[in-house]
């Protein structure tokens, strides 16, 4: 197949060889339709594609959107049953998470502020579709424990926290 040439053909050799004629292609979990080309999705050549019958590929879609469900409604309870207590301004202090690509989220907090939280605060900023497991938060090269609050990190005003996404 050649870089400019669409999916057309490949599909409908496929389906001839399937005994399901609906069938779904899919790269990067995402369905490749008869008129992309391996260039305008960027297709390398050890790059690998699926093929889905269309009932499956249904069910596995559901199935990721009810798990995706599932994530973001677990961030979200942890998010209401936080308690939130107003703490006087001396007690607040600003702080970066910063993913390294781009410019950081500025966060003003408590010290008392424990790290899931702020993760999870990322993740909603982010508008990522990870659970808070999938966050990895680091302070002077250090990976930190998101149980811990930053009062015990010693983290100070303006001080950068480095977040990585786990895949």
Excluded at 109 to 138: F, N, P
Aim: charged share 35%; proline share 2%; aromatic share 6%.
């Amino acid at each position: 197949m050649k870089v400019g040439e669409t999916f057309e053909r490949l599909i409908k050799q496929i389906r001839s060889r399937w005994i399901a004629s609906e069938i779904v292609l899919v790269y990067r979990s995402i369905p490749i339709t008869t008129y992309v080309t391996p260039f305008s999705i960027n297709l390398f050549q050890d790059s690998e594609l699926e093929i889905w019958q269309k009932e499956d590929h249904q069910l596995h879609l559901e199935k990721n959107k009810a798990h995706l469900n599932s994530i973001l409604s677990t961030n979200q309870n942890l998010l209401e049953h936080e308690e939130i207590v107003e703490e006087p301004e001396s007690d607040k202090i600003l702080i970066k998470l910063s993913d390294g690509k781009g410019e950081p989220l500025k966060v003003k907090t408590s010290k008392d502020t424990i790290l899931q939280k702020l993760a999870l605060h990322y993740i909603e900023q982010k508008d990522l579709r990870v659970g808070a497991e999938k966050i990895r938060i680091m302070f002077d090269g250090e990976t930190l424990n998101l149980k811990s609050c930053l009062r015990d990190l010693d983290v100070d005003d303006e001080d950068v926290l480095e977040v990585r996404v786990a895949k």
